[in-house]
């Protein structure tokens, strides 16, 4: 709960300065993403007037990932606790190739997720790789291995480049 605390009192301070951190980042551009249902998404339009939680992950992630979405989950979970019902959360995927809607479906359900305020976000390489850049996430490809059956094998080297 003292998270979840924070979390507010740190967007509330930026709140009460009238613009919130992500105008900073990403302008007041929309970018056209899909969500795990093949909808169309205008990011960040159709959030508005709601807090945004957001992360970035890749399905195939074995590491940081699958713990950012678990802690995600973990705070949707607290805020129904509390009743707190004007916050959406965003999982943006940085492997858009792979991280098709019916991917980013089936992550969320084999893990269970309440997808209720929640989307798992993919789209064209362009506008994720500006989503990036504008948030200052690093993801880099690395090395590409086949199974037998022709399927690539990668992962990425991950991390945000904090500059401020």
């Not at 613009?19 to 980042?25: A, S």
């Not at 795990?36 to 992360?55: A, M, N, R, T, W």
């Not at 991917?103 to 989307?119: F, G, V």
């Not at 789209?123 to 490809?141: C, E, M, P, Q, W």
């Amino acid at each position: 709960m003292k998270k979840i605390i924070a979390l507010f009192g740190i967007l509330l301070f930026y709140g009460c300065e009238g613009k919130l951190p992500l105008n900073n980042y990403i302008g007041y551009d929309n970018y056209e993403l899909l969500n795990q249902e093949s909808s169309v998404v205008v990011f960040p339009q159709d959030y508005e007037g709601k807090i945004l939680l957001i992360g970035f992950i890749f399905t195939n992630c074995p590491d940081i990932c699958p713990m950012t979405t678990h802690n995600l989950h973990l705070v949707q979970q607290e805020l129904k606790k509390e009743n707190i019902n004007n916050v959406q959360i965003a999982a943006l995927t940085f492997d858009p190739e792979r991280d098709t809607p019916g991917i980013l479906k089936e992550y969320a359900r084999i893990r269970k997720y309440d997808l209720s305020n929640w989307d798992f976000l993919t789209g064209n390489r362009k506008d994720i790789d500006t989503l990036k850049y504008l948030f200052s996430i690093v993801a880099i490809s690395g090395d590409t291995t086949y199974t037998q059956s022709g399927d690539p094998i990668y992962f990425y080297t991950h991390r945000q480049n904090n500059t401020d």
